[in-house]
Nanobody, 118 residues
Framework: QVQLQESGPGLVKPSQTLSLTCTVS??????????WSWIRQPPGKGLEWMGV???????YYSPSLKSRTSISRDTSKNQFSLQLSSVTPEDTAVYYC??????????WGRGTKVTVSS
């Protein structure tokens, strides 16, 4: 079974870039039809899909975040990463990495809380 673990700083200053990494075990980033996403949940709000990197390395982003978001991967480390630039307090959230397999089954990391504050 695929397992995911988010890591990164829990506190980021406004205007800086938020960087998170998701380490994958029990599966490969290049497994056909697997899609690896970043999703966040601000306090008191619902889940917000941010973007995805597919098994072939192609990326897609939420239109509302596209100008500030970048998702990349390191297949040698079986990790994929999120960078969100020019953060504001509105970017405070629990950030999750997720994978959807070929059967549309979702696997989630436990989430990591990121606070944007000076």
């Amino acid at each position: 079974q695929v397992q995911l673990q988010e890591s990164g700083p829990g506190l980021v200053k406004p205007s800086q870039t938020l960087s998170l990494t998701c380490t994958v075990s029990g599966g490969s980033l290049t497994t056909t039809y697997y899609a690896w996403s970043w999703i966040r949940q601000p306090p008191g709000k619902g889940l917000e899909w941010m973007g995805v990197i597919a098994y072939d390395g192609v990326t897609y982003y939420s239109p509302s975040l596209k100008s500030r978001t970048s998702i990349s991967r390191d297949t040698s480390k079986n990790q994929f990463s999120l960078q969100l630039s020019s953060v504001t307090p509105e970017d405070t959230a629990v950030y999750y990495c997720n994978v959807r397999d070929f059967a549309s089954t979702d696997y989630w990391g436990r989430g990591t809380k990121v606070t944007v504050s000076s």
